[in-house]
T-cell receptor
Framework: DAGVIQSPRHEVTEMGQEVTLRCKPISGHDYLFWYRQTMMRGLELLIYFNNNVPIDDSGMPEDRFSAKMPNASFSTLKIQPSEPRDSAVYFC?????????????FGPGTRLLVL | DQQVKQNSPSLSVQEGRISILNCDYTNSMFDYFLWYKKYPAEGPTFLISISSIKDKNEDGRFTVFLNKSAKHLSLHIVPSQPGDSAVYFCAATYVYGQNFVFGPGTRLSVLP
């Protein structure tokens, strides 16, 4: 299996622009997670989906952030408008729907820089 | 308020010696803990886990110890190798939960 795929790997944009990050989870995994990594706060969970349905979005920082999962093989995280403080590495992870022994499998991340 | 803390941002160890990475948590409801390792430009990868019904779990050179009364866990790497140089994240969750809470990470450098 190719693992979790994220695109783009790097994104540089100007403040105020819309940014869309993409994720393809591992086939057969029913859970999908979006994380953000910063120096100050480490790895933070933004939102996660189960069977394409958002379960917990309490980590989404504000209304500028939105996430969708239109089908089992694709998810997007959108930031509109982007701000310099959104600069971070954004990870997508997926997990099978089983018990606690199942871990999350992370993609390589998207490094976002907002100027 | 961080529920999972890793108070050492970095740690340097000589090759062949023991590396000890520490993690503290505040939520007594957590009952399953994991360690992830992250290399630069890659996503975190699962390393080892432990359930709260145990106080120790071992996998090769890696051992995780859990002290529930102190809400503390530690990862021991023996012997440390240069390839172990990475950022290590501690994570906590509930037995039937999927929401992992990660600590901020500790950067381990193993010096040859």
């Amino acid at each position: 299996d190719a693992g979790v795929i994220q695109s783009p790997r790097h994104e540089v944009t100007e403040m105020g622009q819309e940014v869309t990050l993409r994720c393809k989870p591992i086939s057969g995994h029913d859970y999908l997670f979006w994380y953000r990594q910063t120096m100050m706060r480490g790895l933070e969970l933004l939102i996660y989906f189960n069977n394409n349905v958002p379960i917990d979005d309490s980590g989404m920082p504000e209304d500028r952030f939105s996430a969708k999962m239109p089908n089992a093989s694709f998810s997007t995280l959108k930031i509109q408008p982007s701000e310099p403080r959104d600069s971070a590495v954004y990870f997508c992870a997926s997990s099978p729907e089983t018990g606690p022994q199942e871990t999350q499998y992370f993609g390589p991340g998207t490094r976002l820089l907002v100027l | 308020d961080q529920q999972v803390k890793q108070n050492s941002p970095s740690l340097s160890v000589q090759e062949g010696r023991i590396s000890i990475l520490n993690c503290d948590y505040t939520n007594s409801m957590f009952d399953y803990f994991l360690w992830y390792k992250k290399y630069p430009a890659e996503g975190p990868t699962f390393l080892i886990s432990i359930s709260s019904i145990k106080d120790k779990n071992e996998d090769g050179r890696f051992t995780v110890f859990l002290n529930k009364s102190a809400k503390h866990l530690s990862l021991h790497i023996v012997p440390s190798q240069p390839g172990d140089s990475a950022v290590y994240f501690c994570a906590a969750t509930y037995v039937y939960g999927q929401n992992f809470v990660f600590g901020p990470g500790t950067r381990l450098s193993v010096l040859p």
